[in-house]
């Protein structure tokens, strides 16, 4: 190869898809640039809201309002934001996006290295063929270019090294994993199990499958339950670039990281027909400059990654970067999220819990498996949940009156509530998008984003059963006072968004290939969430790391063979 | 070194982690607890507030709300925090309880006895009975109630600052910043609520 470069490999974003291809390329002997357009967040030192006590909060946690209406209007919504955490999203104002106020799109960003692994839900599922083979079957997308068994092994890879806690039931939809071991359900969780496990054939519930360590591994402790991951984690029990990846790729001194530098573009080279440079923008100075590399890994987030091949315009591509096929942009899903049930569990009020466990109860997808068809929708969901005694912020507002006897019956805790909340599969549509709005520039220069997606009539439908279905299952477990989850949460919401530049075997459908490299652009890889081909109803980040995992493997391979 | 990193060293030498949250607060130009930015209540104001919040948490074999100094923390919240809508309904409904109280016992609620406060606090919470929160329909969005009335308001801001305290949380209810376990347990083994 004849092209000058300045490393082997840049990496584009440093969050959960960064993190494993810094890892990956620079423990396979690649020079890597990692690029991030937040600010540097160090491990422990930087998680300055971790262990903050109940009466050191502003305002007793309360919100502030102006600031947040202000600046953060989208992130705000997060749950567990606050002031605890707030430094680890995005500044709205700062870095806005175009939001349609007809069809609005929640768009949650990080501003930070580690990007939203410091932020994460922390669930993770490995997906199955119930997925991978879900758009041949019923026509919706594309056929996904893998099965199974194309990732199986890297998923072990993956949940060796990042830790991860969970129970294995044998299911083939929703396949076992190397599993430290599960977090514990509380007396009342294990009840609800066995009533749903006992009524209804062919559902489960299990303890959620974390990447939260319960045993001290990977140079990591584990989880001492204190709650608020989300504030950062000094002792690594929960899987961050930080307490993970990030450690591991400086350990073999061929990682460069660069951060508040956004990436505006990557240049073309038509001739080799290759990336032949990175633009980068400095956020402080504004100051621009061009990288170079033999390969480049786009792990920017599904929006952000496709906004720079968007933005990457040449006479060869006068529609994005490695857009031939017309699809960048297109096919853009999320969880359908707040729809399923909650009540009262009467009884057992001698019975309580201690320790505050960052994870809840999981129930698989069980509709449109076999013996469970629908013939409302196709496909399906799985509900997160759980089961606990209600605090005094809840009981608050119920308990009548004021004075000694008030305070007296909120010194024990309320009932036990239990609920289910379902994240069903968005159905891939062509007209369900993101693009750039040419005449909104950021203070960059670069087009914001802007989108148009809604739920179609399938989630419509499945999200009408998900509440029936939740209430149907607290109601058997004797639960009392039922109440419906029903949410007008918007696109993006979920946290969960997919899509955009999506695998495919066939290069005029698709934007890259089997291995997230580019059909149009063999130094191009895509491993966020962008390649994804369908949504499956669990939570996609592992297979984000599986993925960007395998990619790397690949590329590092094609880059020896001569082949790149 | 700038203002940012003298702080933080400067917490380093005080504690460390400990102090870290009250450092983050001080750089975002945040107290929300001890310092009142635009304090605006009057004596009476204060006075009111004072009685309010021990009438609705009050001292018995564990601090009440004075102990725990949520009658300051009251006064923060209505000056800083609130908005201008709430901030009145909060004055208008101290006023509504002098009323209440000239108009049934002939004197200010601040002359009247225990009783009599009790009665115009009863009344309030009264009024406030009928009163209909809006539904949320966001699951993902919290969505503060401005118009809220009065007694709720003070019920409100007396239970959160009362156990966000030290006191609150410590000594009427269970703390335990660092369980090392999620576990069932017999309530009977603490006899109260975890705080947090």
């Given amino acids: ?564 | 070194m700038n203002r940012r990193d003298l702080l933080k060293n400067t917490a380093i030498l005080m504690g460390g982690i400990a102090s870290s949250s009250v450092v983050q607060a001080m750089l975002a130009g945040v107290d929300g607890r001890v310092k009142i930015e635009r304090p605006i209540f009057n004596w009476d104001q204060k006075k009111m507030t004072q009685v309010l919040a021990e009438m609705i948490i009050p001292r018995t074999d564990t601090p009440g709300a004075i102990d725990a100094g949520v009658p300051h923390f009251i006064e923060l919240m209505v000056s800083d925090w609130y908005t201008e809508t709430e901030r009145a309904i909060y004055f208008e409904g101290l006023l509504s309880l002098d009323v209440y109280c000239q108009k049934h016992f002939s004197k200010a609620f601040l002359k009247s006895d225990a009783e009599q406060r009790i009665a115009a606090l009863e009344q309030a919470e009264k009024e406030a009975g009928s009163y209909k929160v809006p539904a949320n329909k966001n699951i993902a969005k919290e969505v503060e109630d401005e118009n809220k009335p009065f007694f709720l308001k003070l019920k409100e801001l007396t239970v959160l600052g009362y156990y966000t305290s030290k006191e609150g949380a410590q000594k009427e209810l269970r703390y335990d910043p660092m369980p090392m376990r999620y576990d069932d347990m017999q309530l009977s083994e603490i006899g109260r609520q975890w705080s947090s």
């Fill in chain 1, 1 to 564: 190869m004849s092209l000058q470069v300045d490393y082997d490999a840049i990496v584009v974003g440093s969050g959960i898809s960064g993190g494993w291809a810094a890892k990956e390329l620079t423990e396979k002997g690649l020079k890597v640039l990692m690029l991030e357009r937040g600010r540097p967040i160090q491990h422990g030192v930087d998680y300055v809201g971790e262990h903050t006590t109940p009466w050191d909060m502003p305002y007793g946690g309360k919100p502030l309002r102006e600031l947040y209406a202000e600046e953060y209007p989208i992130q705000s919504q997060t749950h567990g934001f606050d002031e605890t955490t707030r430094h680890f999203f995005n500044n709205d104002k700062e870095n806005p996006y175009v939001q349609n106020p007809d069809k609005p799109f929640i768009w949650k960003r990080a501003n930070g290295l580690g990007g939203r692994s410091l932020i994460w839900g922390r669930q993770v599922y490995r997906w199955s063929d119930l997925d991978f083979e879900a758009n041949k079957k019923d026509g919706h997308g594309i056929d996904w270019p893998i099965r199974y068994k194309d990732i199986a092994p890297w998923y072990s890879y993956v949940e060796k090294f990042i830790g991860v806690s969970g129970e294995k039931m044998g299911l083939p939809h929703l396949p076992d994993g190397e599993f430290q071991a599960p977090m514990k359900m509380n007396f009342v969780e294990r009840k609800i199990k066995k009533s749903i496990e006992e009524s209804y054939p062919n559902r489960y519930m299990t303890i959620g499958r974390c990447a939260i360590q319960t045993e001290s591994k990977n140079n990591r402790g584990s989880c001492h339950y204190c709650g608020p991951c989300t504030r950062g984690c000094s002792a690594g029990a929960y899987f961050s670039t930080q307490s993970s990846t990030l450690p591991a790729a400086q350990a073999t001194g061929n990682l460069t990281v660069r951060t508040d530098s956004v990436v505006e573009k990557l240049e073309y080279d038509a001739q080799t027909k290759k990336v032949s440079g990175v633009c980068v923008i400095d956020t402080h100075s504004l100051e621009k400059s061009i990288v170079r590399s033999k390969i480049v890994f786009l792990c920017a987030s599904t929006i952000a990654s496709t906004q720079i091949l968007l933005n990457s315009k040449s006479e060869h591509f006068p529609n994005g970067l490695a857009n031939s096929s017309g699809t960048l942009g297109r096919y853009l899903m999320d969880h359908t999220l707040g729809y399923g049930a909650y009540g009262i569990m009467p009884a057992d009020l001698e019975k309580y819990h201690v320790g505050n466990r960052p994870n809840g109860t999981y129930i698989p997808r069980f509709s449109n498996l076999p013996g469970d068809e629908r013939k409302e929708y196709l496909r399906g969901f799985g509900y997160q949940g759980g089961a606990r005694r209600m605090d005094w912020k809840m009981m608050s507002g119920q308990v009548k009156g004021f004075g000694v006897r008030f305070k007296q019956a909120l010194r024990a805790p309320g009932p036990w509530m239990a609920y289910l909340s379902g994240f069903g599969e968005h159905l891939p549509d062509k007209n369900s998008r993101m693009f750039l709005d040419e005449s909104q520039k950021d203070r960059f220069g670069i087009p914001q984003v802007a989108f148009d997606s809604v739920y179609g009539d399938n989630e419509q439908k499945m999200t009408v059963d998900m509440v029936e279905q939740a209430k149907s299952m607290l109601k058997s477990a004797g639960a009392t006072n039922i109440g419906s989850f029903i949410s007008d949460a918007a696109p993006g919401s979920s946290i969960h968004e997919m899509g955009t530049a999506r695998m495919g075997d066939d290069p005029q459908e698709s934007v890259l290939n089997r291995w997230n490299q580019a059909h149009d652009v063999n130094n191009l890889f895509v491993t966020d969430g962008a390649c994804m081909t369908s949504s499956s109803c669990v939570n996609p980040s592992i297979t984000y790391m599986a993925l960007t995992a395998r990619a790397a493997d690949y590329a590092v391979k094609a880059l020896a063979a001569g082949t790149i």
